[in-house]
């Protein structure tokens, strides 16, 4: 179990994303820091999301985190932990075998997780330290009784669940960057690749470069382009292909030479391109407070509750979607929206939580 000091929660959170995260005015509370027990599972955007729920709540009280490592160890163990949950008394011993360890020593006084394979240990530890407990994220079918309260951007219709405006993020990468000073139009280009229910082929990655270039040429700009790991290799070769080098002010092709540039990229941007394939990607260039415009292959199946947060953000005015085929006219929304304060909004029901109960 890793220890983070309270002083260090509030840098940790954006360590996935490698920059530095800060919460703003801060915390000024002089009571003893809480300890909070993040669970994770390994993955970026779900460490990205329970950090961000995090230090929400640093900007009110001291946090001293400890982060759980956790790998699941007998997936049958976990589907029937799944069915068995409402009923499990003996949560030590169901922990042990379903992520082949003893529960971590130690009392929280806040659980806080993402991701399915954290669901299980969320509601049994919570159980055993008979302690609050937050996850962000669908439930997958657990036992909504199990968790005190649920953070999503889609309605789950059951009580716990309370709906963000946008999904949490670590720190500073919930406050909207200050504008890019004066000068040549910048355009930050988000590039993820197959997932989620987005399949790419060489004729999206071509028509997404020829795109690209009229989009710059339209708005009288160049771009700030950045792969992923997810982009590949190939796919990289056929949209630098189709992109005019002219028009790329700065590129990072992430299997030649990969840097973390996207937060540097979105800064020094007065607009923002990103494939939806990445809901992670979409909310970080919305908290930018840029226009951000939103493309799909034609290959483009994301499941309901992705497809609901997307359709949501454009009806609050924080996004534009268009398939790749239509880039070339596409037009950036107006960015009238405010972006919401979503760190308040977090801070405030959490701290709810860890209120003492009447007798």
Known sequence: MEEVSASDAQRAAADSAGTRADNGAGCTSTAAPLAVWLLSDGAPGHLSQSRGIIDSLATRRPVEVSTVEL??????WKRLGRLAL?????AAGWFRRIYGAAPPPGQPALIVSSGANTLLANALLARLHRVANVYSGTLKGYDPAAFDRVFTVVPLDVACNHVLPLPPVPGELARPLPLPPEGEKRIAVLVGGDGAGYVFKEADWRAFGAGLAALARREGGRLLLTTSRRTGATAEAWLRDSLPAELIADAV???????????????????IVVTEDSLSMVAESLYSGRPVLSVAPAVAQPNANDGAALQGYVERGLLARSPIAGLAEAPFPSRTAPIPDVQAEIADVVLALLEPKAP
């Open 253 to 271: 092709w992430w299997s030649q030479a990969p840097r973390k540039v996207m937060r540097d990229f979105l800064a020094a941007a007065q607009a």
């Open 86 to 90: 409402p009923h499990i008394r003996d």
């Open 71 to 76: 790998k699941i160890r007998s997936t049958l």
